[in-house]
């Protein structure tokens, strides 16, 4: 097994809250390329993206959120409770209108392309320009040009420094820094933890993997991950040689392609989404064992198939979480 494994599990570090400083206002942030500023902590917010609902959760912000949306998975489970009593505002994309309504002191959103430049839901201008200050979690804008639309093409490897940045950043825009500290440590001990389990595994040098998160139709070409978003992270902390060398998110890629790559493994992703009829992991799985093409694969016929919570594929905070659930189901596997 490559070194680099154990060195990365070593040289991961944990935060500690012994240096956490409580906020000066005024607050001068510069997040996505945009000056952001607040004369105290926010009194309220609205989320757009799962991921900055979990982070806020996390933080212990949650009778500060007045709604949500945007969501793939069921909350993570610690805040179930907490998440039935907050309104949802869409599954989907919410419209501009009911955000504002809720009076929110600030807007956390993941993906720029919902309040970005050409955002399906607004832009920062529209909300800055009533007195709304946004967020956008730096995970969906360092390294990443989204200028190209759709899913964006990363401009530099995804690392989870930029999910902890975000957490910080939060923590110190509410005034929570502690909080936002110790988040920082637990992740970051979950993450040093997945890389020092595969790194005992005695796996092949040549591993390879696919990561499937949906399609369009499933005769149709499917999304795959490219090389430097979330799963291009996993992949690399893990030593696993991603198959799909695109630079973009999630390109599409035949399966004939993916076939003659023949990887080890194969990702696929479940969710609640039912967009298209591929979100659905149990019709991945049977396309997979049933398409004559696919099924002649080593991995569908060696069962080398994982299933990852979708929302983990993405570059959030679950992303961590997926490099554990990819680094258990590498341990149950025979490579031989």
């Known amino acids: 097994m490559k070194k680099t494994l154990m060195t990365a599990a070593i040289l991961a570090g944990a935060a500690t809250t012994a240096n956490a400083q409580q906020t000066n206002y005024p607050l001068t942030l510069t997040n996505c390329g945009v000056d952001v500023s607040f004369d105290a902590a926010p009194d309220s ?5 799962q991921s900055a609902t979990e982070i806020l959760y996390s933080l212990g912000l949650a009778p500060k959120v007045s709604g949500t949306s945007v969501w793939f998975n069921p909350v993570l489970p610690q805040f179930k409770t907490i998440n039935e009593g907050i309104e949802r505002l869409a599954d989907n994309d919410p419209s501009f209108e009911s955000v504002v309504t809720k009076k929110p002191g600030l807007v ?15 832009t920062r201008d529209m909300f800055h320009d009533i007195g709304v200050p946004t967020y956008i979690l730096p995970a969906d804008c360092d390294t990443k040009d989204n200028s190209t639309g759709g899913d964006g093409t990363r401009t530099g ?6 999910v902890y940045k975000g957490i910080r950043e939060l923590a110190q825009i509410f005034d929570v820094p502690a909080q936002g500290e110790t988040l920082v440590s637990d992740l970051q001990a979950t993450e040093a933890a997945a890389i020092a ?9 040549d591993l390879s993997a696919v990561f499937w998160f949906s ?9 795959v991950a490219g090389r430097l978003g979330a799963p291009g992270y ?9 198959v799909i060398q695109s630079d973009e998110e999630w390109p599409t ?5 993916i076939a ?8 696929i992703a479940y969710m609640d989404r039912r967009r298209f009829p591929a979100d659905d992991a149990a019709q991945k799985l049977a396309f997979l064992r049933t398409d004559p093409v696919t099924r002649q694969m080593t991995a569908v016929k060696k069962g080398r198939i994982v299933q990852m919570d979708a929302h983990a594929m993405s570059a959030t905070m679950r992303s961590i979480y997926g490099l554990k659930t990819l680094s258990k189901a590498l341990s149950q596997m025979s490579f031989e």
């Open 108 to 122: 956390a959103v993941q993906y720029e392309w919902h309040v970005g430049q050409n955002g399906s839901v607004g």
């Open 215 to 223: 399609s369009a139709d499933l005769q149709t070409d499917p999304y």
């Open 253 to 257: 890629v035949g399966w004939e392609s």
């Open 157 to 162: 490897a995804f690392e989870t420094a930029a």
């Open 260 to 267: 003659r790559a023949d990887p080890d493994v194969i990702v």
């Open 197 to 205: 389990r595969a790194a005992q595994l005695d796996l092949p040098d």
């Open 234 to 242: 996993m992949m690399a902390k893990l030593g696993i040689e991603n």
């Open 45 to 49: 917010a609205v989320t757009i993206g």
